[in-house]
C-alpha cells in the first residue's frame, strides 16, 4: 500500500511539476481568449462607426473628423489585440496595458464630384442621342429627321455635327 501511495504521489508532483512549468501559458492562453471577445466586440464596433461615417458622408458629403480619429484608434487597438492573440508581441493590451497610440495618421479622402453646368449636359445628352440610335434608322436618317428625334434644345452645330457622321456611315459602305 505504501508503494501505491509513493507512486501516486511522484505522479501528482510530476503532474503539478508538468502544470507549474506551463502555467505561464496557461495565463496566456486564458487572456487570449478574452481579448478575442473583445476584438470580436471592437470590430463589430469599428463597423458601426464606418456605417455611420458614411451616412454622414453621404449627409454632409464631407467626413467627420471625431468619427475618423475614434475609428482610427479602434484600428490600431483591434491590431494590437490581433498581435496579442496570435503571440507576435508580449504586452497585453488596454485595459490591461496602455492604450495604443496612433501608428498613422489617417489619410483625408476627397470623394466629392462636380457637377457639369448645365447646357453642357445637355449638348452631351444630345449627341449621345444620336449616337445610340439603332443602326437602321441612323443609316437612313437625314439632318432633318435627326433634329425631329431630338430634343428642341440641340443646336445647328450638333445637327450638323450629326448629319457628317450619317453621310461618313454612308460613305462607308
Given amino acids: 500500500m505504501n508503494k501505491v501511495k509513493?507512486?501516486?504521489s511522484a505522479l501528482v508532483k510530476m503532474i503539478l511539476r508538468f502544470l507549474l512549468v506551463r502555467k505561464n501559458i496557461a495565463i496566456r492562453f486564458v487572456f487570449t481568449l478574452v481579448f478575442m471577445a473583445v476584438w470580436g466586440v471592437a470590430s463589430l464596433f469599428i463597423f458601426f462607426l464606418t456605417l455611420f461615417q458614411f451616412a454622414w458622408l453621404f449627409l454632409t458629403t464631407r467626413q467627420s473628423l471625431s468619427i475618423l480619429s475614434l475609428s482610427h484608434k479602434f484600428t490600431v487597438y483591434t491590431y494590437r489585440i490581433l498581435r496579442f492573440i496570435s503571440l507576435n508581441e508580449v504586452a497585453r493590451p488596454w485595459p490591461f496595458g496602455a492604450f495604443p497610440e496612433e501608428m498613422d495618421a489617417p489619410e483625408a479622402v476627397d470623394l466629392s464630384v462636380t457637377l457639369p453646368d448645365e447646357p453642357a449636359a445637355e449638348t452631351a445628352k444630345a449627341s449621345e442621342t444620336v449616337s445610340t440610335a439603332d443602326s437602321a434608322s441612323a443609316e437612313t436618317a437625314k439632318p432633318?429627321?435627326?433634329s425631329t428625334v431630338q430634343n428642341e434644345n440641340v443646336s445647328e452645330e450638333d445637327i450638323k455635327?450629326?448629319?457628317?457622321?450619317?453621310?461618313y456611315k454612308e460613305e462607308k459602305k
Avoid: K, N, Q, S
Wanted: aromatic share 0%; glycine share 0%.
Fill in 144 to 146: 432633318e429627321t435627326v
Fill in 161 to 167: 455635327e450629326a448629319a457628317i457622321i450619317l453621310d
Fill in 6 to 8: 509513493e507512486m501516486l
